[in-house]
């Protein structure tokens, strides 16, 4: 029965992405306008969005990997495997809602690392930890694109929401990094994986490794940022760079809740309605939000199936990767807790 199961469940976005593209046909654009963007389209600054958007996916890679190897004793795995593991994530990001990937390019790394108790947890806290980073480079651009050139109210809401949690996250990552961790058979299962969470915050309490993932990752910001300028000139959308700066922070924002695979349709409104009074029209937003959303698909998808081919998976493993992942570690803990049962 559980097979029949897991394909309905992959069946749901499906279903979503069909009821947004009804609505989108329904109340979208003027679509001989959509088309008429498509036709001058220059495609050598598409080429350029597309380099961009992968330096900045390399750039973000490494900075998970500094990450992980402040939290891992050696033998850590390595860039490639790093890599391979985060593109499988950003696949899986793009076409499960839900943010299956952070969990699914844990899945991938604790696969490659065979008999290595306590992984599960470490690299979950590594995601954390990693993804705690993003609130550098983000509360600068948006200060930036504040003082450049505004943001509509809906935004600035959400901004002040998910900024003020960020904080918070940020706060208690980092107190709970500074605490010893201490991770002992007889404990329950839950508090071991909490205490082999904070063994991957240990990066939070490393000054220098920390600024390096910090630098690493706003690299990855400014190549989103250039990309987003570039797919603008591609579709001949001839703005200052803030402008793209208020885009990339509406596709965030667009993005934070994936209702459906990418959020496609909200996502293209949310990026053409703000971009009118820059004097871009409805229906050449829509267009190049059309584009940029393919463009960043075409990295994120195209790359994350290569890697997922060479981690020898399908897509169909992708939403029960992080089960299975979780139970062979805790299969494999579970010798320690009889010997340790034994021993008292």
């Known amino acids: 029965m559980k097979l029949p199961g897991g394909r309905w469940r992959l069946l749901i976005p499906v279903v979503l992405l069909a009821l947004a593209g009804v609505m989108i046909w329904w109340r979208g654009p003027n679509w001989h306008d959509v088309g008429h963007a498509f036709t ?47 593109c499988v994530g950003l696949l899986a990001n793009a076409v499960i809602p839900g943010r299956v ?23 979950l806290g590594s995601v954390v930890a990693h993804r705690m980073f993003d609130l550098f480079p983000v509360a600068a651009l948006v ?42 058979s007889e404990l329950g299962t839950l508090r071991n994986l909490l205490a082999q969470a904070r063994i991957g915050l240990a990066i939070m ?11 690493f990752q706003s690299l990855g910001w400014l190549c989103q940022l250039l990309a987003v300028w570039s797919a603008m000139r591609a579709f001949n959308i001839h703005q200052p760079i803030a402008v793209a700066g208020v885009v990339l922070v509406l596709v965030n924002v667009a993005t934070i809740f994936p209702l459906w695979p990418g959020n496609v349709g909200l996502l293209q409104a949310a990026i053409a309605l703000p971009l009118r009074p820059y004097g871009v029209p409805y229906g050449k937003g829509f267009a190049f939000a059309i584009g940029l959303q393919a463009i960043e698909a075409s990295v994120g998808v195209g ?19 992080p089960h299975e992942a979780a139970e062979a570690e805790a299969a494999a803990e579970e010798p320690e807790r009889a010997r340790a049962g034994v021993s008292r």
């Open 40 to 86: 001058r389209v220059r495609w050598s600054w598409v080429v350029a969005a597309i380099g961009l958007n992968l330096v900045s996916v390399v750039a973000r890679a490494a900075c998970w990997h500094t990450t992980i190897k402040q939290a891992m004793p050696k033998p850590r795995p390595g860039f490639l495997v790093v890599f391979s593991a985060f």
């Open 101 to 123: 990937g952070e969990l699914a390019r844990v899945a991938v790394l604790v696969r490659r690392l065979p008999n290595r108790q306590g992984a599960w947890g470490t690299l």
């Open 143 to 184: 200060g930036w694109v504040l003082l450049t050139a505004g943001l509509p109210h809906w935004a600035i809401t959400s901004l002040v929401v998910v900024l003020g949690v960020s904080v918070a996250v940020f706060a208690f990552a980092w107190l709970a990094a500074r605490r010893q961790a201490t991770v002992r």
């Open 205 to 215: 309490r490393a000054p220098l490794p920390a600024a390096t993932a910090a630098g």
């Open 303 to 321: 790359i994350g199936l290569i890697f997922l081919a060479r981690e020898g998976l399908s897509l169909a493993t992708l939403r029960e990767m």
